[in-house]
């Protein structure tokens, strides 16, 4: 979950602690981008594997 919290930071929808933990500001971050990229195939909030392959498309590695 660091990774995540860390990709996100990067495009600037979270901006909480990096501590690992998935909690209501990592879900409604998660959400966002799949609003904004139009990810439906994953439930919104839940970082299954079709956003975790558009995000890391998108970022660098932490």
């Not at 860390?6 to 933990?21: A, E, F, P, S, V």
Request: charged share 30%; glycine share 8%; no cysteine.
């Amino acid at each position: 979950m660091v990774e995540l919290q860390q990709r996100l930071t990067q495009l600037y929808l979270y901006n909480g602690d990096i501590n690992g933990n998935y909690n209501h500001q990592v879900e409604d971050s998660v959400r966002t981008y799949q609003w904004a990229r139009g990810i439906r195939s994953d439930e919104l909030g839940t970082y299954g594997r079709d956003t975790r392959r558009m995000l890391e498309t998108e970022t660098r590695e932490p």
